[in-house]
C-alpha cells in the first residue's frame, strides 16, 4: 500500500501548479475545451484575451476544491476583473497530511512523517491584460497576457536514511512566467483561440537541482449553431511531448438564469459535466471531472458582478 501511495504523490506533484490544465467550473464541466470559448473572467485560467468580454465595472470570480477527491490537496483562487480589460488572480495549492482522518502527531493514514502540518504550498499571483487588435462589425480579434509570479514552500526532505538527517532543508523557491493568448471571431458565429503558457520556460531551483516548468500550447475552435447552444473542439499538447489531448465540450444555455455544460477529452479519457446558475448580479457554477486513473473532482465557482 506504500508503494501505491509514493506511486501516487509523484504523479501529483510531478504537477506544478502552473501545469493545472482544469481551471474553473467552465473548464471542468467541458473538460478543458475552452481556449477558443473564454467566459469574460474565467479566462485568466485559459486564454487571456478573452478578458476583453469583461462588461462590468468590476467581476469578481472565487472557487476552491480538493484535487481528486483528496483531503490534503486543497486547491483555491480568487480573480478580479476590471472593465478596462486587467485583472488579478491569486492561486493557490498546497499539500499537507493534517487533513488525514488518521493524524497523530507522528503519521497520517497517507504515511507523511510530522513536518509542522505542510508538505508543500504554491502560489501565484498573475496579472493579466487584454489588447483588442480588431472590432469590426464581421470580426474580432483580441490579444491577452498573463504575467505570473509564482512561489513555492518545499519543507526540508527526509534524507537518505528517511530521519530528517543529512536531507535538504525547507525552502522557498520563486520564479516568474508569461503566458500570452490569441482569441478571433468571425460574425458571432465562429472562433479560434490559441494559448501558450509558460512561454518564457521558467526554471525552478533547489539545491544543486533544477527544473524547467512545462510549456503547454492549446489550440480551440467553438462554433455557435445558435444563440443558446455553443459548441468547441480543442487540442492540447505539453510542449516536448509527442502526444496531445483532444477535447470536446457543449453548452446549452436552457434560460437566461440557467446553463448546462458537459464535455469529453481523448488521451487520456475524463468526462465533465455541470451548470451554472444566474441570480441578479450573482452566478454559482458547480462542475465534476473525471480521472482515467484517479477520482472524481468536483468544484464550485462563486461570480459576482459590480456594475
Known amino acids: 500500500m506504500n508503494i501505491i501511495i509514493i506511486i501516487l504523490l509523484n504523479f501529483l506533484f510531478s504537477q506544478a501548479l502552473t501545469d493545472i490544465s482544469f481551471i474553473s467550473s467552465k473548464s471542468f464541466g467541458l473538460a478543458g475545451a475552452v481556449v477558443s470559448n473564454p467566459d469574460n473572467l474565467?479566462?485568466?485560467f485559459y486564454n487571456p484575451a478573452g478578458i476583453k468580454k469583461l462588461n462590468k465595472k468590476i467581476t469578481v470570480l472565487s472557487g476552491k476544491t480538493?484535487?481528486?477527491?483528496?483531503?490534503?490537496?486543497?486547491?483555491?483562487?480568487?480573480?478580479i476583473g476590471f472593465a478596462n480589460s486587467m485583472a488579478f488572480t491569486y492561486q493557490k495549492l498546497g499539500t499537507s497530511?493534517?487533513?488525514?482522518?488518521?493524524?497523530?502527531d507522528e503519521f497520517s493514514d497517507f504515511g507523511f512523517n510530522s513536518f509542522d502540518g505542510s508538505?508543500?504550498?504554491e502560489k501565484s499571483f498573475t496579472f493579466t491584460h487584454g489588447?483588442?487588435?480588431?472590432?469590426?462589425?464581421?470580426?474580432?480579434?483580441?490579444?491577452?497576457?498573463n504575467l505570473n509570479y509564482l512561489k513555492i514552500f518545499q519543507n526540508a526532505s527526509a534524507g537518505p536514511n528517511g530521519d530528517g538527517q543529512n536531507g535538504l532543508g525547507a525552502k522557498d523557491i520563486d520564479s516568474f512566467g508569461i503566458d500570452i493568448g490569441l482569441l478571433a471571431?468571425?460574425?458571432?458565429?465562429?472562433?479560434?483561440?490559441?494559448?501558450?503558457?509558460?512561454?518564457n520556460n521558467p526554471k525552478l531551483s533547489k539545491g544543486s537541482s533544477s527544473s524547467h516548468l512545462p510549456r503547454r500550447l492549446d489550440l480551440g475552435i467553438t462554433y455557435y449553431p445558435f444563440e443558446q447552444l455553443t459548441t468547441t473542439f480543442a487540442?492540447?499538447?505539453?510542449?516536448g511531448y509527442d502526444e496531445s489531448s483532444f477535447r470536446f465540450g457543449v453548452e446549452y444555455e436552457l434560460s437566461s438564469s440557467l446553463l448546462l455544460r458537459t464535455g469529453i477529452q481523448l488521451n487520456p479519457n475524463r468526462y465533465g459535466a455541470g451548470f451554472s446558475y444566474k441570480v441578479k448580479n450573482f452566478e454559482l457554477s458547480y462542475s465534476i471531472l473525471t480521472h482515467s486513473v484517479l477520482p472524481i473532482t468536483d468544484v464550485f465557482n462563486l461570480k459576482v458582478y459590480f456594475d
Do not use: P
Not at 487540442?235 to 510542449?239: H, M
Open 235 to 239: 487540442v492540447e499538447r505539453v510542449l
Open 66 to 79: 480538493q484535487l481528486y477527491g483528496l483531503s490534503f490537496l486543497d486547491y483555491e483562487y480568487l480573480s
Open 42 to 44: 474565467e479566462s485568466v
Open 97 to 104: 497530511y493534517k487533513g488525514s482522518s488518521n493524524y497523530d
Open 119 to 121: 508538505l508543500s504550498t
Open 185 to 199: 471571431s468571425l460574425r458571432d458565429k465562429v472562433s479560434f483561440g490559441a494559448f501558450v503558457k509558460n512561454i
Open 131 to 145: 489588447i483588442s487588435l480588431l472590432d469590426d462589425k464581421n470580426s474580432k480579434i483580441s490579444f491577452g497576457y
